[in-house]
C-alpha cells in the first residue's frame, strides 16, 4: 500500500516542517567580505517549503528543480530560482553551490537502479570544495551510497528523524563536507555502512557540537538551466540579455519622440500641397469657424503635348498632377482642388 501511495504522490514527500527548523539549527554561514553568497539547491524541490525556510537561516539565494508542473509553480512563490522539469534534465555549473539538500523519491529508475544513489552521483558536481550536504534517505539505503560518500565526502555527522517522524520511512538526515580532491576512504565506507543498520542518535533540535560551516561563493549569474525549451524560461532570457537590451539599436528602431517643430516662415501654397500630395496629411481633419473638413492628397501622372518642329511627330511629356480632395463633415459634399487651382464641387454619394 505505501509503494501505491508513494506512485500515486510521483515520490513526494515533504520534509516534515520540525525536521527542517532542526536542520536549518545545524547550518551556520561562513562570514566572509566582498560581493559573496550563499547558494542552495533543491533538486526535489517540491513547492519549495524546505528550501525556503533554510535560505532564511542561511541568507542563501535559493535554486530549486521541480519535475511537477504545478509543484513547481507554487515554489516559485517562495524560491528564487525554479526549474520545472526533472533533475536528471539540466545543466548546473559545477562547484556553483554551497549547500545541496537533497531529499530524493525512495525508489528505483527504469533499470531498477535507486533513485536516492543517483540523485548524490549526478549533483555531487554542483558543490563547491567545502560545501555542505544535507543528504535525507531511509536508513538501510545508506549502505549502498557508502562508498561513493566515502570517496567524495567527509566530517559526517548522521542522525535518524526523530520520533514520530522516523516511524513513516526510517529516514536519516547525513551532513558532510565536500572534498577538494576525490579520495577512497574504506575506514569511512565501513562506519556509512555500520550506520545503515545500527541505532543512531535521534536529530537534536539544535546542535549539541559545533554547527556545521556553510561557505560562500563569489556574485554574480551561473549556469541553471534545462535541457529542453522552456519559453517561460526563453522570455525572461531574452529581456535580460536579448537584443532588445542594447541601448544603441533600441535608439535606431524606436527614437525618442519628437516634439512639433513650428516653422519660421509660414508655409506657402505649394508647401502645403507638397504636403497634402506626399500623404503628409492623409485623412487629416481640419476645422476652420463652423467648418470641419476630412483632407487627402493625390498624385497622379499625365502626358503632356509638346510642340515639335515635325508636323509628323507627336511628342509628348510626362508631368505630375497635384489634387486635393476636400470631405465637407457638415454638408457631406466632395471638393477637388487641382493643380490649375480650379475646383469642383459633389455630393457625397449617401
Request: aromatic share 8%; charged share 20%; hydrophobic share 45%.
Amino acid at each position: 500500500m505505501a509503494r501505491l501511495e508513494a506512485t500515486a504522490r510521483a515520490g513526494y514527500w515533504p520534509t516534515p516542517p520540525a525536521v527542517t527548523a532542526s536542520i536549518a539549527r545545524h547550518l551556520v554561514p561562513v562570514a566572509s567580505a566582498g560581493k559573496r553568497v550563499l547558494r542552495l539547491l533543491d533538486p526535489c524541490a517540491g513547492e519549495g517549503t524546505a528550501a525556503a525556510t533554510l535560505a532564511v537561516a542561511l541568507g542563501a539565494e535559493t535554486y530549486g528543480i521541480e519535475l511537477n508542473t504545478e509543484r513547481a509553480e507554487i515554489a516559485r512563490a517562495r524560491l528564487d530560482h525554479v526549474l520545472a522539469t526533472s533533475a536528471f534534465s539540466v545543466r548546473l555549473a559545477n562547484g556553483a553551490f554551497s549547500a545541496l539538500f537533497l531529499n530524493p523519491p525512495y525508489s528505483h529508475d527504469d533499470e531498477q537502479r535507486r533513485l536516492e544513489h543517483a540523485f548524490l552521483t549526478s549533483l555531487t558536481r554542483a558543490l563547491c570544495p567545502g560545501g555542505v550536504l544535507v543528504f535525507l534517505i531511509p536508513q538501510s539505503r545508506l549502505a549502498i551510497s557508502a562508498r561513493y560518500l566515502a570517496s567524495h565526502y567527509n566530517g559526517f555527522r548522521v542522525y535518524r528523524f526523530p520520533d514520530p517522524e522516523f516511524a513513516a520511512f526510517q529516514q536519516i538526515v547525513l551532513f558532510a563536507t565536500r572534498k577538494r580532491q576525490p579520495s577512497h576512504d574504506p575506514s569511512v565506507q565501513a562506519q556509512l555502512e555500520s550506520w545503515s543498520g545500527g541505532d543512531l542518535t535521534a536529530l537534536p533540535e539544535a546542535p549539541t557540537e559545533s554547527s556545521v560551516p556553510v561557505p560562500s561563493l563569489p556574485a554574480g549569474e551561473i549556469l541553471f538551466a534545462s535541457l529542453f525549451f522552456d519559453p517561460v524560461e526563453a522570455a525572461a532570457e531574452a529581456r535580460r540579455r536579448g537584443v532588445w537590451t542594447q541601448p544603441q539599436l533600441c535608439e535606431q528602431l524606436w527614437p525618442a519622440e519628437e516634439k512639433p517643430v513650428r516653422p519660421l516662415m509660414p508655409l506657402r501654397r505649394g508647401h502645403l500641397a507638397l504636403l497634402i500630395a506626399a500623404g503628409f496629411l492623409n485623412n487629416v481633419l481640419l476645422c476652420q469657424e463652423q467648418r470641419r473638413v476630412l483632407v487627402k492628397g493625390r498624385i497622379s501622372k499625365e502626358l503632356v503635348p509638346v510642340e515639335s518642329d515635325d508636323d509628323d511627330t507627336t511628342i509628348e511629356r510626362e508631368v505630375l498632377r497635384t489634387s486635393v480632395v476636400l470631405l465637407d463633415l457638415t454638408t457631406g459634399e466632395f471638393e477637388v482642388v487641382d493643380q490649375e487651382g480650379a475646383g469642383e464641387t459633389e455630393e457625397a454619394a449617401p
